[in-house]
């Protein structure tokens, strides 16, 4: 199993900045895509950011130049930030850090929310 926590998140005005951590740990050798979601009301996940264990990270069209995602791997697990940058009201939204492992497995986080007021 994979356990995932989050941080970050919160209320912010439009044109500011957020800054979102998520720590993974457990069998995180297993994982091969990590990643940052959000999920709007009534609406399915969506995919924000994310990293595949080659390193290659992609985006959301609508975040493309205002969010990064930034990677690191200790012995005590794998982390992802998610910088936000230039947020938009139409940014909030509840994200999830989330993890595919082998066998196309996904683990989620609790989920955090991101506010931005217009």
């Known amino acids: 199993q994979v356990q995932l926590v989050e941080s970050g998140g919160g209320l912010v005005q439009a044109g500011g900045s957020l800054r979102l951590s998520c720590a993974a740990s457990?069998?995180?050798?297993?994982?091969?895509?990590m990643a940052w979601y959000r999920q709007f009301p009534g609406n399915e996940r969506e995919l924000v950011a994310g990293r595949n264990r080659d390193g290659i990270t992609n985006y959301h069209d609508s975040v493309k130049g205002r969010f990064t995602v930034s990677y690191n791997s200790t012995n005590n697990g794998m982390f992802l930030d998610l910088q936000m940058n230039s947020l938009k009201s139409e940014d909030t939204a509840v994200y999830y850090c989330?993890?595919?492992?082998?066998?196309?497995?996904?683990?989620w986080g609790q989920g955090t929310q991101v506010t931005v007021s217009s």
């Open positions: 457990g069998r995180v050798f297993s994982i091969f895509f």
């Open positions: 989330g993890v595919v492992v082998g066998g196309a497995k996904h683990y």
